[in-house]
């Protein structure tokens, strides 16, 4: 009897679910526009009615449970979201609890990031690894962390934000609040205004031209393109995560560094960079730790919270996990 798991991604723009089976293959996967002002009333109908199209359309064997990924912060210890700033009205919201009440399975609830984490471990580029770290580069910049075998959750569940380690004193403002955190240098955000206020000292760049739109994605177009500040300024965006990714290596001495998220989909421009960094920087028994891309995609946290309704089901990997 095959036995599968709904996944799902509650993000502020979409939410996302999925059957997956045992291997991590999705079987079947649907998505829509959350509807975040509405509340979590409403989010949690999104949910359940996504899940429910899933299994009428598919008629599974088996559903063995429900993994929940969303964004943080989260108390997954406790089963509560306690301020998620891309979705008004979910503060102190006890979401785990809310979520089982709706449905007739188990209900596990995971940060985004390390469900992320959990399924490039468990079915992607970090499989059978026992150490590895992941990072999102994105909007933000979250992580994720499996050492010795295990995933590394920490008090609440809360561990690894790793974009809010400090890479600067008193430096650039961070959403979170704090100045010099990795995320306030290394997201796409932050790129971006590197870039726009690069663009407007240069007379000689291509980046907005025309009064065309000056973000992540068109300063990687204007780059392929020879533009010289464009690839600058990609340099120094492969520098800033080479910093934050040597940091990371020294803290949790992982095989890999795994790299996921929206910049990720430039990783072949940015590796070079970030590794020549780290081959630079890191400590000597460090230097040979690679940086490798997400083998899942936008689908790493999809899966991996899928993965958690399997590892919940299991004696053993529940020891492992």
Not at 126 to 140: C, E, P
Not at 166 to 178: A, D, R, T
Not at 257 to 285: C, D, K, T
Not at 295 to 310: C, I, T, Y
């Amino acid at each position: 009897m095959q036995q599968v798991a709904i996944g799902i991604d509650l993000g502020g723009t979409q939410v996302r679910a999925a059957l997956v089976d045992e291997q991590g293959r999705i079987l079947t996967r649907l998505a829509e526009p959350t509807d975040a002002l509405a509340g979590p009333d409403r989010v949690l109908a999104q949910i359940c009615g996504l899940a429910d199209r899933l299994l009428a359309a598919s008629k599974p064997a088996s559903v063995v449970g429900v993994g929940v990924s969303a964004p943080g912060p989260l108390d997954t210890v406790a089963g509560v979201a306690t301020d998620i700033p891309t979705l008004p009205g979910f503060v102190d919201f006890p979401l785990k609890a809310e979520l089982q009440k709706r449905f007739a399975f188990p209900v596990d609830l995971e940060n985004d990031a390390i469900a992320a984490a959990i399924g490039e471990w468990q079915f992607g580029i970090g499989k059978g690894l026992d150490n590895l770290v992941y990072v999102t580069v994105s909007t933000g910049i979250g992580g994720g962390v499996i050492s010795d075998g295990r995933v590394v959750r920490g008090r609440k569940g809360m561990a690894a934000h790793v974009g809010h380690m400090s890479v600067v004193p008193n430096g650039e403002l961070c959403p979170c609040g704090n100045r010099g955190c990795f995320e306030a240098y290394g997201s796409g955000p932050a790129f971006a205004r590197r870039a726009q206020m690069r663009a407007v000292e240069s007379r000689e760049t291509t980046i907005g031209s025309g009064g065309g739109t000056i973000d992540s994605r068109s300063v990687f177009a204007a780059a392929r393109n020879g533009d010289r500040l464009a690839n600058q300024l990609v340099d120094e965006e492969a520098e800033v995560l080479g910093r934050g990714f040597t940091s990371l290596i020294h803290i949790f001495s992982p095989d890999i560094i795994v790299m996921g998220g929206g910049l990720s989909h430039e990783f072949e421009r940015l590796q070079p960079g970030i590794q020549a960094y780290i081959s630079q920087w890191a400590m000597p028994a460090f230097k040979d730790v690679k940086v490798m891309l997400a083998a899942l995609d936008q689908n790493s946290g999809l899966v991996g919270a899928a993965a958690l309704a399997f590892l919940a089901g299991k004696v053993a990997p529940i020891d492992h996990l």
